[in-house]
């Protein structure tokens, strides 16, 4: 079938309008073409672990204490040398231009404004040398607090180029999404026959990569062939930390670990790899011991609100990254709808560690969760 057109410019709800993350769910779906509202919402299969995610974030509660608190929070942290206004990063998100005509530079605008990391997609519709010279316009006085998701590609060569591109461009971490030897199986895709972006709308980041076809753009090379070998060569060709993002089982973390990578991201790929993997934060306490300490873990999947910061925080992660309601916050206002996600993260966090005791997530302790009834949401 064809694609979709791109979507209208969207007017910005005011702010005062919006309360929640999933209020801006509730805008983007109507703005959105159902075909791409469906490619951002869906997940593989059966979408169960779309579901666990966030289901195991309400299955977990905060005991908070009290008469230690502070009048003043400090919300930032540092993540792999990159400062952050939040212990909050954006996850890689792929074709933003199909939420926004601004797509991943209105991102970018917003995150840099906010303080925050953006991971550039490796299927961005936005290269990350344009994306990069957005964040710094939009903050002269900084650099670019960038990451780039990089797939591992067979032919190294490619791999190579991409990774270059990230260093030009100023990206100061490779988060590695090991997760996809295949492509999920999304089953709304298929019923709605997306199989291809929209005249006009490509990844950018696969544009001339070997220069050998002038304008050529490839496509992303998923391989089940893919190694512990093929990792430690990126680590020979760049001195950039490196995070593996889509380790899920404890014995795999060890194993990172012991190829030297400097972080692990938790992450089920938001439910839209293999479905019914378990959800991430029921995965976080197995994975923490089994790194012991060597190396920060970071997680995604689920998070919604500021109390699911909180308690991945407490349960030991470093940071949270936050995926499909950036996109989501995107349809709804471009660059201030962007800009007003992060915001509402950091007013619940910075709300609920208040409530918790705490000054900061350094006093954040597993005492403070306890495993509850789920309440429907």
Same mark, same amino acid.
């Given at each position: 079938?064809?694609?979709?057109?791109?979507?209208?410019?969207?007017?910005?709800?005011?702010?005062?309008?919006?309360?929640?993350?999933?209020?801006?769910?509730?805008?983007?779906?109507?703005?959105? &073409? !159902?075909?791409?509202?469906?490619? /951002?919402?869906?997940?593989?299969?059966?979408?169960?672990?779309?579901?666990?995610?966030?289901?195991?974030?309400?299955?977990?509660?905060?005991?908070?204490?009290?008469?230690?608190?502070?009048?003043?929070?400090?919300?930032?942290?540092?993540?792999?040398?990159?400062?952050?206004?939040?212990?909050?990063?954006?996850?890689?998100?792929?074709?933003?231009?199909?939420?926004? !005509?601004?797509?991943?530079? *209105?991102?970018?605008?917003?995150?840099?404004?906010?303080?925050?990391?953006?991971?550039?997609?490796?299927?961005?519709?936005?290269?990350?040398?344009?994306?990069?010279?957005?964040? +710094?316009?939009?903050?002269?006085?900084?650099?670019?607090?960038?990451?780039?998701?990089?797939?591992?590609?067979?032919?190294?060569?490619?791999?190579? @180029?991409?990774?270059?591109?990230?260093?030009? @461009?100023?990206?100061? *971490?490779?988060? /590695?999404?090991?997760?996809?030897?295949?492509?999920?199986?999304?089953?709304?895709?298929?019923?709605?026959?997306?199989?291809?972006?929209?005249?006009?709308?490509?990844?950018?980041?696969?544009?001339?990569?070997?220069?050998?076809?002038?304008?050529?753009?490839?496509?992303?090379?998923?391989?089940?062939?893919?190694?512990?070998?093929?990792?430690?060569?990126?680590?020979?060709?760049?001195?950039?930390?490196? /995070?593996?993002?889509?380790?899920?089982?404890?014995?795999?973390?060890?194993?990172?670990?012991?190829?030297?990578?400097?972080?692990?991201?938790?992450?089920?790929?938001?439910?839209?790899?293999?479905?019914?993997?378990?959800?991430?934060?029921?995965?976080?306490?197995?994975?923490?011991?089994?790194?012991?300490?060597?190396?920060?873990?970071?997680?995604?999947?689920?998070?919604?609100?500021?109390? &699911?910061?909180?308690?991945?925080?407490?349960?030991?992660?470093?940071?949270?990254?936050?995926? +499909?309601?950036?996109?989501?916050?995107?349809?709804?206002?471009?660059?201030?709808?962007?800009?007003?996600?992060?915001?509402?993260?950091?007013?619940?966090? &910075?709300?609920?560690?208040?409530?918790?005791?705490?000054?900061?997530?350094? &006093?954040?302790?597993?005492?403070?969760?306890?495993?509850?009834?789920?309440?429907?949401?």
């Amino acid at each position: 079938m064809t694609a979709p057109a791109l979507p209208r410019l969207p007017e910005a709800p005011a702010a005062h309008t919006v309360l929640n993350l999933r209020e801006y769910e509730t805008i983007a779906r109507g703005l959105l &073409d !159902p075909i791409f509202y469906d490619y /951002v919402a869906g997940g593989a299969r059966d979408e169960v672990t779309v579901r666990a995610n966030e289901h195991g974030f309400a299955r977990l509660g905060l005991l908070p204490r009290m008469l230690r608190g502070s009048d003043t929070r400090d919300l930032g942290v540092t993540l792999f040398g990159t400062p952050s206004s939040l212990p909050v990063f954006l996850s890689p998100t792929a074709f933003h231009r199909l939420a926004h !005509p601004d797509g991943e530079l *209105a991102t970018a605008r917003a995150a840099a404004k906010a303080g925050v990391i953006m991971t550039v997609g490796m299927a961005s519709t936005t290269s990350v040398a344009d994306v990069a010279a957005a964040a +710094r316009q939009a903050v002269p006085d900084r650099a670019p607090a960038l990451w780039f998701q990089l797939y591992l590609q067979p032919d190294m060569a490619v791999t190579r @180029a991409l990774v270059r591109r990230a260093e030009a @461009a100023g990206c100061t *971490a490779l988060l /590695v999404t090991v997760d996809s030897p295949v492509l999920g199986i999304h089953e709304r895709n298929k019923r709605n026959g997306f199989n291809d972006l929209p005249p006009g709308v490509v990844c950018e980041n696969l544009r001339d990569l070997t220069g050998s076809e002038p304008g050529h753009i490839r496509q992303i090379a998923m391989s089940a062939d893919l190694g512990w070998d093929h990792l430690d060569r990126l680590r020979e060709m760049t001195s950039l930390p490196v /995070v593996l993002k889509g380790v899920l089982h404890p014995e795999d973390g060890r194993t990172a670990v012991a190829h030297g990578v400097d972080g692990l991201l938790l992450s089920n790929h938001g439910g839209r790899q293999l479905d019914t993997a378990p959800a991430t934060v029921d995965l976080l306490p197995d994975m923490l011991a089994a790194v012991a300490g060597r190396v920060p873990v970071l997680l995604d999947g689920g998070v919604r609100r500021g109390t &699911d910061v909180v308690k991945a925080l407490a349960l030991g992660a470093t940071a949270v990254g936050i995926g +499909r309601p950036v996109v989501y916050g995107l349809a709804a206002g471009g660059e201030d709808g962007v800009r007003h996600v992060v915001d509402l993260l950091r007013e619940e966090i &910075d709300h609920t560690l208040a409530l918790c005791g705490a000054t900061a997530p350094r &006093d954040l302790t597993p005492d403070l969760v306890r495993t509850v009834p789920a309440v429907p949401r």
